[in-house]
């Protein structure tokens, strides 16, 4: 018997029969008791697409932020910085235009967006230059040099004007008060921009400080002065004199009079005529009636004046004796706006990759707050300034080295990707030979595109900008804080 027990005992030692099917795993007992999963239902999957989205627009606000951070605390130390007494913190000049085919609205946004938070990092200071149509920037900015060229007294037919501007640099010069930073610059947002600030730019220190003859006879219509405008006298209006209105409320409010001279009130008597006769009323003479006063006539807006030198004739210009060796450097921000229900995933796309906008942005602004700059490159590499130099515009037949759109100067093809998108409305001349600074292509003359100087983030800043965003290193003004803590 026990020689028969022995092998089964080894047979249920070794395992189971081939035959028998293994156990399968049990698994975990919190997902058996959910049982199994149901299929996919309308309300849960529009929750979980809300979700998604939830998270994914908070995780790139906090991407951007993160980025315009790192440039902010890259610039944060020159707030820190004392200044003298009488000195004023550092000024730049930001010129913007409404984008083709949209408002000013859309550019303001822009720039508070990606710019200011990197000036209001560094307590700097800026000065605003808007253009609400074509030309207004161009106008602007050539208005202000021919004043400046004015004051350091170049002869004019039109001497400068005094104003509350002008008057307040005389009491700061009086007082002592200076400004802080030799290096000012300017801020331009959009190629439509750009184009109108190099032009504008040609023409304050190439045109004449006086209109031509052309254009001072049809002075009236460029201000909008040919509107006559009503004399003191008509548009004054003196109570009880004179008017038609004046004469019915007087009229009305003056009781009427009996033959004893005493006034009559009975109800009778209210209803009184424009002329101020009444029923009971003696006949006195009714006040001369005068025409009804003509409606003031709306003052036109303004328009900016033409240019005061067509490109074409920068050759024959001379430069003012006043420009400096080195115009004040300048930096163009991108301005990615297109519009149209069919460009709708390019405008999605473009906010879901607003960190990288964030990124060139803050670059661009931190070189102009750190005043680091260099000159614009041109087609000979030369930084020679000649003042018999030819002008050059942009033909296209010939290629360039810089942004491979065949420029020969930089300026010319900087961010000549915007002009793509822009309507075509305005992309089409509305007169054949018509001229327009947003459809003509950037001239160029060398006396002003070798003087002309461009802000650029330095090797150095650019990499110390990306250890603040890894948290490998402080801004400087924490640093200087944190050391003289410990010192204490």
């Not at 991108?334 to 906010?351: A, D, E, K, Q, W």
Request: proline share 9%; charged share 25%.
């Amino acid at each position: 018997m026990a020689d028969k027990e022995a092998p089964s005992s080894q047979s249920k030692a070794a395992g189971p029969a081939p035959g028998t099917a293994a156990k399968a795993p049990q698994g975990n007992p919190v997902f058996r008791m959910m049982g199994k999963f149901p299929a996919p239902v309308t309300h849960r999957e529009a929750y979980r697409s809300k979700v998604s989205r939830i998270c994914g627009s908070s995780y790139l606000l906090y991407e951007k932020r993160r980025i315009q951070k790192k440039w902010c605390d890259l610039v944060s130390h020159i707030a820190l910085e004392p200044l003298p007494e009488r000195a004023m913190p550092r000024k730049v000049t930001i010129f913007l235009s409404a984008p083709p085919g949209d408002g000013l609205r859309s550019a303001r946004d822009h720039f508070h967006e990606y710019v200011k938070p990197v000036l209001v990092a560094a307590a700097m200071d800026w000065d605003v230059v808007e253009g609400r149509r074509e030309g207004d920037v161009r106008a602007g900015l050539a208005s202000r040099l021919r004043r400046l060229r004015k004051k350091n007294g170049e002869p004019t037919e039109t001497p400068l004007e005094e104003d509350s501007q002008l008057a307040i640099e005389e009491l700061r010069k009086a007082s002592g008060i200076t400004e802080s930073g030799s290096v000012k610059g300017d801020i331009i947002i959009g190629r439509s921009t750009w184009k109108e600030y190099v032009r504008g730019l040609h023409e304050g220190w190439l045109g004449p400080l006086d209109p031509p003859a052309s254009q001072a006879e049809s002075t009236s219509d460029i201000t909008g002065s040919e509107v006559p405008l009503p004399s003191e006298e008509s548009s004054q209006h003196t109570p009880g004199h004179g008017s038609l209105g004046d004469v019915a409320v007087t009229a009305a409010l003056s009781p009427a009079e009996d033959d004893s001279g005493s006034s009559s009130t009975s109800p009778g008597d209210t209803a009184v005529s424009a002329d101020g006769a009444s029923p009971t009323a003696e006949s006195t003479p009714a006040a001369p009636e005068t025409p009804p006063e003509a409606e003031e006539p709306k003052p036109k807006n303004p328009k900016q004046p033409p240019p005061f030198i067509a490109t074409i004739a920068y050759s024959s210009a001379t430069v003012s004796p006043n420009i400096p060796t080195e115009l004040g450097p300048s930096t163009i921000i991108p301005f990615p706006h297109i519009l149209g229900f069919l460009n709708t995933p390019i405008r999605v796309y473009r906010f879901l990759t607003r960190r990288q906008l964030a990124d060139d942005i803050g670059r661009q602004t931190a070189a102009a707050v750190l005043a680091l700059y260099r000159p614009f490159h041109d087609p000979a590499q030369s930084l020679v300034v000649s003042d018999d130099a030819q002008p050059t515009g942009f033909a296209g037949e010939e290629a360039s080295s810089f942004d491979g759109s065949g420029s020969k100067w930089e300026q010319q093809g900087v961010l000549r990707n915007e002009e793509a998108e822009w309507p075509k409305d305005v992309r089409k001349r509305v007169r054949d030979g018509s001229e327009s600074v947003w459809l003509d292509e950037i001239v160029i003359d060398p006396r002003i595109g070798q003087r002309m100087r461009r802000f650029e983030v330095a090797a150095g800043e650019e990499a110390r900008a990306q250890r603040i965003k890894e948290g490998k290193e402080g801004a400087l003004g924490q640093i200087a804080a944190d050391e003289g803590a410990s010192s204490a």
